[in-house]
């Protein structure tokens, strides 16, 4: 399985930013999928994630502000964040996981929310 994330950007805080993650088979395959987060010299956190009933779990820290969703026309997983703030600043990562293919790992997109 390829995961390809893309998206990542700067942005002023108050602002948005899309990811995506695109993964080489349906997305809908995978029985769990996750975006993470790594800031410089802190651990990986989740962020987000959905299974394949469709039920999503959210960090408290942007629980209102991100929303994960799945596109099954392009395969792709997606997250929403809004109203971001400087503390989202990090490297972001999308996880896939299927009993079947194990865990995967995208290569990481870079967000940076200025003040």
């Known amino acids: 399985v390829q995961l390809q994330a893309s998206g990542g950007g700067s942005v002023q805080a108050g602002g948005s930013l899309s990811l995506s993650c695109a993964a080489s088979?349906?997305?809908?395959?995978?029985?769990?999928l996750a975006w993470h987060r790594q800031a410089p010299g802190k651990q990986r956190d989740l962020v987000a994630a959905i299974t394949n009933t469709g039920n999503t779990n959210y960090a408290d820290s942007v629980k209102g502000r991100f929303t994960i969703s799945r596109d099954g026309t392009e395969n792709t997983l997606l997250l929403q964040m809004n109203s971001l703030k400087p503390e989202d600043t990090a490297v972001y990562y999308c996880n896939a996981y299927s009993p079947y293919s194990g865990n995967s790992w995208g290569q990481g997109t870079q967000v940076t929310v200025s003040s």
């Open positions: 088979g349906s997305i809908f395959s995978f029985h769990f």
